[in-house]
Every structure is written in structure tokens, then in C-alpha cells.
């Protein structure tokens, strides 16, 4: 169960991409006005079907991606290309580009390029940080600890280390005061960082030893075999993916979000801003965010709307919330009661989807609130309120992902256990709900407009459906289908990419060794919410 779901940890970088709706997808793919095609081969394989190929046009911001077919063929659009000279690069595990020469590419015909890949001189530079673990020997406890390391840096970086057992632990305590944001070139500290417990240090020490068992410390290369994962096929390359460069080459973006005019915000990571892109221009705003607490790690997590279209933000370590006015472009906060003193204050979440009905939005973060914005009173949520007799101990319960309903009820994702916990927006009494899988560990979620939660189970390798009208769970997938709403209501869909962050400085991007995962959609397709299906690939993947 850890390796599917180590294989779904999603690195963000400092490009977007974005996930056309299959229907354009294939639409496209279909259409006999080619701007750039050819044939993908080597020597090893003849020809290859599921190799990406990526191609940026001179003094451009915008890479587009397509996958070859199975008869090694890939082809780009001309509505996707516009006139010019193009580099080109791909990916394919083992491979690497035989003659990078770039393309011309012109309004009246079709430019034809055949491309060569020979074997990867340095596999070991290609692999994901899934595909690492899956080579590295030992048990699913020892890879545990991996989880609190990709969030910074990849594991490839650990991998050709040569640091001793002795020599991993005081790096092991220092890591651990950095807070998420940080990256090799920027690390960031938290306040009043303690040394670790006992049992802490006991934890690291072992974790240091399986370290030392795995990385070049003792050996000049590697001594278990590389693994790799297979190239998409079928279905899985009729995608195109669209990657937009921000202007700031340190940028982390977190959380993206279209608003009703097909404008993309997004919330920055690792630094004090929010951003703004223009799919059709590819032009990017910025908006410098108010610092709340200086000293403290910087960056926001979540980025919702408000029905008026406003942006907000849980903006982490600044122990606050950010809301955007579109109209008069200019930030209002509010900040966590005590979060001055508390060195620890952190709100990564924030819902005010339905603020309208009652002045008040939910928060999340070391603990959960509900805010009413005008008075500023905060209500720090007490699990045990109402607490069924029957139901699990209220300290175990905590919700990581904060979603509403249409009646303003709070829906929390109980990430440290199993549980959807219902809030009553009325009498704030508690009502939790197992989820089908035990320890799935539900992350992230949004409710639809038929009011159900959609949710992705991070060790479950689920993605789960909740019908909080009929309190009723479901699970999607197998077949590669869910519910046709999903695509009507939401259109165009945005997923990240694994990938690895260290080919140039700051938070570059690396996706081009993602793998993409795509739902199909089918109209036919018509469940009982008591109906479980399996959607194959790590739901972790679609939104941490």
C-alpha cells in the first residue's frame, strides 16, 4: 500500500500544466492539420508508442507535450503551434535524444521530423522519485520516512549522497525545523524549532541507518537493480499538456484554480504571492501578499473563490487568511487568535464558498475554525462537541482538506485517520463517517454541485465519492469511468505531474518525467452510491 501511494507524490514547480478535457483532447488528435509530426524510434525498440514529446517555440513562456501512438507517430496540432522555430526534447525512461535539432515550423504545411532516441547514458537521472523507491531495497516501514523528504528535495539527491549513518542524523535534525516551502536553494526555518525526543532521535537514528544501506557510502554504484515504469499506451496518450513558465524562477506554485472568465490563479508555496495566468496570451500577474507575521516561513497552501469570485488564501505559516478583492485589487487578513505567540501557527486551508448565506468561512490548519468575518470572532472547532456515543475518540479526529456544502455545513478530511467528519453549521455538533477503505487517509476534496464530496484517499490509492445528502460513500474507478457530471460540471481539468526539481535553480520544472494520468468520462456510466469501483493510478497524484 506505500509504494502505490509513494508513487502518487506530486512535486510542484515553477510551470503549470494543464490537463485538456479528453473530448478537445482527441478532437484535436484527430484533426489532419498537423503543424509538426514524425516518427518516434530506436535502435532497441523500432518504433515507440508512449514517448512524450515536447516542443517550445524561441523566446516563448509555453511548452506543449503530446505522446507518440502505438505506431510510434506523434503530432502536434497546428491550432497548438504557431509559426516558428521550435527545440524539442522528450521522455522516455532510458532514452534520451539522439540529435536535438529544432523544428521550423511554418503556417502552410506540415513540418516533418523524425526523431531518434538511442539508451540513456545515466539512468539513474531520469528516474521519478516513485520509480526510486521502487528500486531501493528494504520494507514499507523503512520508506516511511522518505515522506517527510520529497516535500524539499528529491530522492535521487539522497540516493547519490555518500554520508555515513553517523553522519545522516544531525542532517535529519536540521531538516526537520524546515518548513514545507522550502526547497535546497531556499530553505526555510520555522520558529522555535526544538530538539527531537528521545523517541525522535531513536526514529532517526534507525531511519539513518537504512539511509546508509541504500545511498554511495559504501559502494561506488548502486548495487540493486534501477527499476523503471512503463511508458503510457492506448487511451493514456491521447492527451496534450500545455506548461506555462512563470516569471519568477523561484516560484512554487501550490494550488490552481480557473475562475468563470478561464483566467488560472494560483497560490505560491514558498513566497508571499499570488499569481494570475492567461491560458490563451500565457500572460502572468503577480500579487505581492501582506506579510502578517515577520520571521516566519512564507508561502500559502489553499486558494479558493468566494461566490463574488474573491480570492482567498490559507496562507500556512503566517498563521493567517488572505482574501483578494478582484475589484479593488487590494488584501484583507485575518489572523489566528494568539498566532503571534504561537510559533507553530499554521492555516493552510480555507473555504468561503458560501459565505454569503452566513458571514462565515472555515479554516484549517493545527487546528480548525469557523470565522465570521465581520465581527472577527474565531471558533475553534471541539470535535467532542455532539460527538456520537459510538464514534471514535474526538483526539483522534482532525481534518486536513475543509470543504462546505451548499448549506454552509463544514466537511473535513481526516488525514491523520479514515473519517469524513461532518460539522453542523447550526448546532457545530460532530458526526463522523469511516470510509470504505480502513487508514485510507482521505487528503484533499471538493464538493459538486449535487452537493457531493470528492475526495482522494492518500493510502487507500482511491479516489472516494461522498453523498452528503444520503451520507453515503462510494469509490470510483476500475474501468477508468465516474459519473458524467464530473466532466459537464467541471470541464477542463487540472492535474499535476510526478516529477523531480532540480535542473536549474530554485523550483524548475521537471515534469517532463510525469507520467499522466487521465479519466475518462462515460455518460453510461450510472452507479449506486453503495457501489464500489477502483480507479487505477495513485489518487494522491490528483491533489495534494
Given at each position: 500500500?506505500?509504494?502505490?501511494?509513494?508513487?502518487?507524490?506530486?512535486?510542484?514547480?515553477?510551470?503549470?500544466?494543464?490537463?485538456?478535457?479528453?473530448?478537445?483532447?482527441?478532437?484535436?488528435?484527430?484533426?489532419?492539420?498537423?503543424?509538426?509530426?514524425?516518427?518516434?524510434?530506436?535502435?532497441?525498440?523500432?518504433?515507440?508508442?508512449?514517448?512524450?514529446?515536447?516542443?517550445?517555440?524561441?523566446?516563448?513562456?509555453?511548452?506543449?507535450?503530446?505522446?507518440?501512438?502505438?505506431?510510434?507517430?506523434?503530432?502536434?496540432?497546428?491550432?497548438?503551434?504557431?509559426?516558428?522555430?521550435?527545440?524539442?526534447?522528450?521522455?522516455?525512461?532510458?532514452?534520451?535524444?539522439?540529435?536535438?535539432?529544432?523544428?521550423?515550423?511554418?503556417?502552410?504545411?506540415?513540418?516533418?521530423?523524425?526523431?531518434?532516441?538511442?539508451?540513456?547514458?545515466?539512468?539513474?537521472?531520469?528516474?521519478?522519485?516513485?520509480?526510486?523507491?521502487?528500486?531501493?531495497?528494504?520494507?514499507?516501514?523503512?520508506?516511511?520516512?522518505?515522506?517527510?523528504?520529497?516535500?524539499?528535495?528529491?530522492?535521487?539527491?539522497?540516493?547519490?549522497?555518500?554520508?555515513?549513518?553517523?553522519?545522516?542524523?544531525?542532517l535529519l535534525k536540521r531538516m526537520r525545523n524546515y518548513a514545507q516551502g522550502s526547497t535546497p536553494l531556499r530553505p526555510?526555518?520555522?520558529?522555535?524549532?526544538?530538539?527531537?525526543?528521545?523517541?525522535?532521535l531513536q526514529q532517526m537514528t534507525k531511519f539513518a541507518q537504512y539511509l546508509s544501506t541504500i545511498n554511495l557510502s559504501?559502494?561506488?554504484?548502486?548495487?540493486?537493480?534501477?527499476?523503471?515504469?512503463?511508458?503510457?499506451?492506448?487511451?493514456?496518450?491521447?492527451?496534450?499538456?500545455?506548461?506555462?513558465?512563470?516569471?519568477?524562477?523561484?516560484?512554487?506554485?501550490?494550488?490552481?484554480?480557473?475562475?468563470?472568465?478561464?483566467?488560472?490563479?494560483?497560490?505560491?508555496?514558498?513566497?508571499?504571492?499570488?499569481?494570475?495566468?492567461?491560458?490563451?496570451?500565457?500572460?502572468?500577474e503577480e500579487y505581492a501578499v501582506p506579510v502578517a507575521k515577520p520571521g516566519a516561513p512564507v508561502g500559502a497552501l489553499?486558494?479558493?473563490?468566494?461566490?463574488?469570485?474573491?480570492?482567498?488564501?490559507?496562507?500556512?505559516?503566517?498563521?493567517?487568511?488572505?482574501?483578494?478583492?478582484?475589484?479593488?485589487?487590494?488584501?484583507?487578513?485575518?489572523?489566528?487568535?494568539?498566532?503571534?505567540?504561537?510559533?507553530?501557527?499554521?492555516?493552510?486551508?480555507?473555504?468561503?464558498?458560501?459565505?454569503?448565506?452566513?458571514?462565515?468561512?472555515?479554516?484549517?490548519?493545527?487546528?480548525?475554525?469557523?470565522?465570521?468575518?465581520?465581527?472577527?470572532?474565531?471558533?475553534?472547532?471541539?470535535?467532542?462537541?455532539?460527538?456520537?456515543?459510538?464514534?471514535?475518540?474526538?483526539?483522534?479526529?482532525?481534518?486536513?482538506?475543509?470543504?462546505?456544502?451548499?448549506?454552509?455545513?463544514?466537511?473535513?478530511?481526516?488525514?491523520?485517520?479514515?473519517?469524513?467528519?461532518?460539522?453542523?453549521?447550526?448546532?457545530?455538533?460532530?458526526?463522523?463517517?469511516?470510509?470504505?477503505?480502513?487508514?485510507?487517509?482521505?487528503?484533499?476534496?471538493?464538493?459538486?454541485?449535487?452537493?457531493?464530496?470528492?475526495?482522494?484517499?492518500?493510502?487507500?490509492?482511491?479516489?472516494?465519492?461522498?453523498?452528503?445528502?444520503?451520507?453515503?460513500?462510494?469509490?470510483?474507478?476500475?474501468?477508468?469511468?465516474?459519473?458524467?457530471?464530473?466532466?459537464?460540471?467541471?470541464?477542463?481539468?487540472?492535474?499535476?505531474?510526478?516529477?523531480?526539481?532540480?535542473?536549474?535553480?530554485?523550483?524548475?520544472?521537471?515534469?517532463?518525467?510525469?507520467?499522466?494520468?487521465?479519466?475518462?468520462?462515460?455518460?453510461?456510466?450510472?452507479?449506486?452510491?453503495?457501489?464500489?469501483?477502483?480507479?487505477?493510478?495513485?489518487?494522491?497524484?490528483?491533489?495534494?
Amino acid at each position: 500500500m506505500l509504494k502505490k501511494a509513494l508513487l502518487s507524490i506530486a512535486m510542484v514547480t515553477a510551470a503549470i500544466t494543464l490537463l485538456f478535457a479528453a473530448s478537445e483532447v482527441i478532437e484535436a488528435a484527430s484533426s489532419p492539420a498537423a503543424a509538426l509530426t514524425g516518427q518516434v524510434s530506436s535502435q532497441e525498440e523500432g518504433r515507440m508508442e508512449g514517448v512524450l514529446v515536447s516542443a517550445k517555440r524561441e523566446d516563448s513562456t509555453v511548452t506543449t507535450t503530446v505522446v507518440s501512438d502505438a505506431q510510434g507517430r506523434y503530432s502536434f496540432p497546428s491550432s497548438k503551434l504557431e509559426p516558428g522555430r521550435y527545440s524539442l526534447r522528450i521522455r522516455a525512461v532510458g532514452y534520451e535524444l539522439e540529435n536535438s535539432q529544432p523544428a521550423e515550423v511554418t503556417a502552410e504545411k506540415t513540418t516533418e521530423l523524425d526523431l531518434k532516441l538511442r539508451k540513456a547514458q545515466d539512468l539513474a537521472a531520469q528516474l521519478s522519485n516513485g520509480e526510486w523507491l521502487l528500486s531501493m531495497p528494504g520494507t514499507d516501514e523503512q520508506k516511511q520516512g522518505f515522506l517527510g523528504c520529497v516535500g524539499c528535495h528529491t530522492v535521487e539527491r539522497i540516493a547519490r549522497s555518500r554520508y555515513s549513518a553517523e553522519e545522516f542524523v544531525p542532517l535529519l535534525k536540521r531538516m526537520r525545523n524546515y518548513a514545507q516551502g522550502s526547497t535546497p536553494l531556499r530553505p526555510q526555518v520555522r520558529p522555535g524549532a526544538r530538539e527531537p525526543s528521545q523517541n525522535q532521535l531513536q526514529q532517526m537514528t534507525k531511519f539513518a541507518q537504512y539511509l546508509s544501506t541504500i545511498n554511495l557510502s559504501k559502494v561506488a554504484k548502486w548495487e540493486y537493480p534501477l527499476k523503471t515504469l512503463p511508458r503510457p499506451k492506448g487511451n493514456g496518450t491521447q492527451v496534450i499538456i500545455t506548461e506555462y513558465d512563470l516569471p519568477r524562477p523561484v516560484a512554487m506554485p501550490h494550488d490552481a484554480a480557473i475562475d468563470a472568465g478561464g483566467m488560472i490563479w494560483y497560490s505560491d508555496f514558498g513566497s508571499q504571492y499570488l499569481g494570475k495566468l492567461d491560458p490563451k496570451t500565457a500572460k502572468v500577474e503577480e500579487y505581492a501578499v501582506p506579510v502578517a507575521k515577520p520571521g516566519a516561513p512564507v508561502g500559502a497552501l489553499d486558494l479558493r473563490f468566494d461566490p463574488e469570485g474573491n480570492v482567498w488564501l490559507g496562507m500556512m505559516y503566517q498563521g493567517s487568511i488572505a482574501k483578494f478583492d478582484r475589484k479593488t485589487e487590494k488584501f484583507q487578513t485575518w489572523s489566528a487568535p494568539k498566532f503571534m505567540e504561537n510559533d507553530e501557527a499554521r492555516l493552510a486551508m480555507v473555504d468561503p464558498a458560501h459565505i454569503n448565506l452566513d458571514g462565515k468561512v472555515w479554516i484549517g490548519g493545527d487546528d480548525e475554525f469557523r470565522l465570521d468575518v465581520k465581527s472577527g470572532e474565531w471558533y475553534r472547532i471541539d470535535y467532542s462537541r455532539g460527538l456520537p456515543k459510538n464514534g471514535p475518540p474526538a483526539d483522534r479526529l482532525g481534518s486536513y482538506g475543509v470543504i462546505s456544502d451548499s448549506k454552509n455545513n463544514f466537511y473535513g478530511t481526516n488525514f491523520g485517520g479514515q473519517y469524513i467528519i461532518r460539522i453542523d453549521a447550526k448546532t457545530l455538533n460532530v458526526t463522523p463517517f469511516p470510509t470504505p477503505t480502513p487508514n485510507s487517509a482521505p487528503r484533499r476534496g471538493h464538493m459538486d454541485p449535487q452537493d457531493r464530496l470528492w475526495f482522494a484517499e492518500y493510502r487507500g490509492n482511491m479516489i472516494g465519492m461522498f453523498d452528503t445528502k444520503i451520507r453515503a460513500h462510494a469509490r470510483v474507478g476500475g474501468s477508468h469511468r465516474v459519473d458524467e457530471s464530473l466532466r459537464r460540471d467541471f470541464g477542463q481539468g487540472w492535474l499535476r505531474l510526478d516529477g523531480r526539481h532540480e535542473q536549474r535553480p530554485g523550483r524548475a520544472p521537471e515534469h517532463q518525467d510525469g507520467r499522466v494520468h487521465r479519466i475518462l468520462t462515460a455518460a453510461d456510466d450510472q452507479y449506486s452510491p453503495r457501489q464500489h469501483r477502483q480507479l487505477s493510478g495513485p489518487a494522491g497524484a490528483l491533489d495534494r
